[in-house]
């Protein structure tokens, strides 16, 4: 399930609270609502939703965290990748098929890169057959003098970054949240929403504030499902970048 449509569930279910919550305050003895019990059930609830709360912002903080973390691993691939064309374009004209050679792999490469993510990165990692023929050759250069010598050595220090950066975000688990944590998550939403409406008469405009109310709840759990996933949904890295590192030779 998507996390718009989760998110749309988890709405319709706090929706749903808040119509459990009316339905009991028709339904009980008036002895039961009365302000003891009002005071104890709130006190309850508050505890709930402080803990609720509390877990909210760790995901989302988590979530951020985990996103920031591949966004800038991708920036710096693509950083890398112009920095060894420009080592390349200095060494001179016996680099230029590995320039040209560059340019025709960045877009198979992001292709793979997100297609891989969009997997979850469930298989075995493979290597680039076209990165690693690109990395031989930049071995197989034959400098002439020290400042070649010095371009080739971080040329191939740059390559070799490329690849580690790659598999490092390779195996950079998206921060999905599991089923079970969010169930958890919308069960104390739903009791919490149910107060709300037990002890108040349901009136519209007591209903359009709670609906509000919930609404940002359910975009919470959206933010922390879709920063979960950044190569998926709405909120994505964009591999444009990437793509447009290189301009025509």
Same mark, same amino acid.
């Given at each position: ?34 302000? !003891?019990? &009002? ?8 505890? @709930?939703? *402080?803990?609720? /709360?509390?877990?909210?912002? %760790? $995901? ?85 003098? !020290?400042? &070649? ?8 220090? @740059?390559? *070799?970054?490329? /690849?580690?950066?790659?598999? %490092? $975000? ?80």
């Amino acid at each position: 399930m998507s996390s718009l449509a989760l998110s749309c569930l988890i709405f319709a279910l706090t929706l749903c609270g808040i119509g459990v919550g009316t339905l009991l305050r028709r339904a009980l003895p008036e002895h039961h609502l009365s302000k !003891d019990s &009002q005071d104890a059930i709130r006190l309850g609830v508050g505890l @709930i939703a *402080t803990i609720a /709360a509390l877990v909210l912002g %760790l $995901l989302i903080a988590a979530a951020k965290s985990s996103f920031d973390t591949q966004n800038n691993q991708v920036k710096q691939i693509t950083a890398d990748i112009i920095l060894l064309d420009g080592l390349l374009a200095q060494y001179g004209p016996e680099a230029r098929p590995i320039r040209e050679q560059l340019r025709s792999i960045i877009g198979p490469f992001a292709d793979r890169l997100w297609r891989e993510k969009k997997a979850n990165a469930t298989g075995s990692f493979e290597f680039s057959a076209a990165g690693e023929k690109a990395y031989l050759e930049i071995q197989n250069l034959s400098p002439q003098n !020290d400042l &070649q010598r010095s371009l080739q050595a971080r040329a191939a220090q @740059i390559s *070799t970054d490329l /690849a580690q950066t790659r598999l %490092l $975000l390779f195996v950079e688990s998206d921060n999905l949240v599991p089923a079970q944590f969010i169930a958890i998550l919308v069960f104390w939403l739903v009791i919490i929403f149910a107060s709300f409406s037990l002890f108040s008469e349901l009136n519209v405009t007591v209903f359009t504030v709670l609906s509000l109310f919930a609404l940002s709840a359910s975009c919470a759990l959206f933010l922390i499902l879709e920063l979960g996933q950044p190569f998926t949904g709405l909120t994505t890295i964009s591999s444009t970048p990437l793509r447009n590192a290189l301009g025509p030779l």
